[in-house]
Nanobody, 120 residues
Framework: QVQLVESGGGLVQPGGSLRLSCAAS????????MGWYRQAPGKQRVLVAA???????NYADSVKGRFTISRDNAKNTVYLQMNSLKPEDTAVYYC??????????????WGQGTQVTVSS
């Protein structure tokens, strides 16, 4: 059974930094794209950043130049380094990954979410 386990959220002051991690667990998994989404109260879940298995990245305009997504394929882990955080970055952040297990087709998986609060 595949699971995505996130860590690294918390409370930070404006201008501060946080690093989120998301590790995929399960036997015989292959992972294509990985990404981070966020959902603020009363709003839809939106893409923050994504990274392909080859390392190509894509960012929402609102986080370009402040956030960096990366991955460690050996550890099946994706990271989101968030710098110069703003109050409007406050949201629940969700990890997402396209995962194949035991050679079957790729399926979309979500983490449980981690709260990021930017406030003084």
């Amino acid at each position: 059974q595949v699971q995505l386990v996130e860590s690294g959220g918390g409370l930070v002051q404006p201008g501060g930094s946080l690093r989120l991690s998301c590790a995929a667990s399960g036997s015989r998994v292959s992972i294509n794209g990985m990404g981070w989404y966020r959902q603020a109260p009363g709003k839809q879940r939106v893409l923050v950043a994504a990274i392909t298995s080859g390392g190509n990245t894509n960012y929402a305009d609102s986080v370009k130049g402040r956030f960096t997504i990366s991955r460690d394929n050996a550890k099946n882990t994706v990271y989101l380094q968030m710098n110069s955080l703003k109050p409007e970055d406050t949201a629940v952040y969700y990890c997402n990954a396209e995962i194949s297990q035991y050679g079957f087709g790729f399926r979309n998986h979500w983490g449980q979410g981690t709260q990021v609060t930017v406030s003084s």
